[in-house]
């Protein structure tokens, strides 16, 4: 059975920095994608970054391009989202999303397995 599970949320300051993670199991090979998405209370759900697991290929959203960065962990069903210089902004429940034998997309509704989310706060 495939579980995804993300950690790391946490209150921290305008500028400061998080590192969320993402571990996916229950893949029996490595052709998935993980994908970060956010959704602040009374927004819409947005993309922010996706990564192929296979080949570490990677898009961004442009709201976060230049100060996120997606990666794949040592071992090999964990991804990073690494956050730096945030934003109030940026405050959001982030949820992590994995789908099998697909592209590196940023549309939610290509997901298929879904975490439960981590709060990001981050405080002017």
């Known amino acids: 059975e495939v579980h995804v599970v993300e950690s790391g949320g946490d209150l921290v300051q305008a500028g400061g920095s998080l590192r969320l993670s993402c571990a996916a199991s229950g893949f029996t090979f490595d052709d998935y994608v993980i994908g970060w998405f956010r959704q602040a209370p009374g927004k819409e759900r947005e993309g922010v970054s996706c990564v192929i697991r296979r080949d570490g290929r990677t898009r961004y959203a442009d709201s976060v391009k230049g100060r996120f960065t997606i990666s794949r962990g040592n071992a090999k069903n964990t991804v990073y989202l690494q956050m730096n210089s945030l934003k109030p902004e940026d405050t959001a429940v982030y949820y992590c999303?994995?789908?099998?034998?697909?592209?590196?997309?940023?549309?939610?509704?290509?997901?298929?397995?879904w975490g439960q989310g981590t709060q990001v706060t981050v405080s002017a």
């Open positions: 999303a994995a789908v099998m034998f697909s592209t590196c997309s940023l549309n939610g509704y290509e997901y298929s397995y």
